[in-house]
Nanobody, 130 residues
Framework: QVQLVESGGGLVPPGGSLRLSCTGS??????????IGWFRQAPGKEREGISY????????FYADSVKGRFTISRDNAKNTVYLQMDSLQPEDTAVYYC?????????????????????WGQGAQVTVSS
């Protein structure tokens, strides 16, 4: 059974940092064959794709809203993808989700579209407030 678990959320003051982790289990083939996206949903707003990392090519994408402040990385040996979030602001407050899909090497793949992903974690709350 495929499972994704986010961790590392919490309360942080404006300007602070958090690192979210997304750990996968039950993937076949291995976790390393899957692309991972990070999404977030603030109260009353639609889910937003914010970051993506490829399976093995190191390719990353960021939404303009987080570019330059967030960094995505992965450690396939630990079945884990990280999202380092710096210079956090109140508008970053949301539930953060990671999602996975097998890397079909599809040129039409939209990395920040939620419709491209089959597997989702349960979400982690991030609150930025003084």
């Amino acid at each position: 059974q495929v499972q994704l678990v986010e961790s590392g959320g919490g309360l942080v003051p404006p300007g602070g940092s958090l690192r979210l982790s997304c750990t996968g289990s039950g993937f076949s083939p291995d976790f390393g064959y899957y692309v991972i996206g990070w999404f977030r949903q603030a109260p009353g707003k639609e889910r937003e794709g914010i970051s993506y990392i490829g399976s093995s090519d190191g390719i990353t994408f960021y939404a303009d809203s987080v570019k330059g402040r967030f960094t995505i990385s992965r450690d396939n040996a630990k079945n884990t993808v990280y999202l380092q979030m710096d210079s956090l602001q109140p508008e970053d407050t949301a539930v953060y989700y990671c999602a996975a899909n097998f890397d079909y090497k599809d040129d039409e793949f939209q990395p920040l579209s939620e419709y491209e992903y089959n597997y989702w974690g349960q979400g982690a709350q991030v609150t930025v407030s003084s």
